[in-house]
């Protein structure tokens, strides 16, 4: 086989691992937020509309890093800088 099949199916595969990562990371952080949410409200119920707000505000940002890896992916898949 050619190296530059070889480095495109490597590239292809560990594209799969790291979007697979990111999406993982990100349900497992998902489900962290929320369960610290609802426990906290249960403690605490006058405090739910900052819990709430602070939910969404960490929820959000938690959910920008499966995009910036799924960006790099991309970058790996249309331009890939091994195969140069």
Do not use: C, D, H, Y
């Amino acid at each position: 086989m050619e190296p530059a099949t070889i480095i495109t199916a490597a590239t292809a595969i560990a594209v799969g691992l790291i979007l697979a990562a990111a999406g993982l990371g990100s349900a497992l952080a998902w489900g962290i937020i929320s369960s610290k949410t609802l426990e906290g409200i249960s403690r605490q119920p006058e405090m739910r509309p900052q819990l709430l707000t602070n939910t969404f505000l960490f929820g959000g940002l938690m959910e920008s890093f499966p995009f910036i890896v799924l960006a790099l992916s991309l970058w790996f898949i249309i331009a890939n800088p091994f195969l140069g």
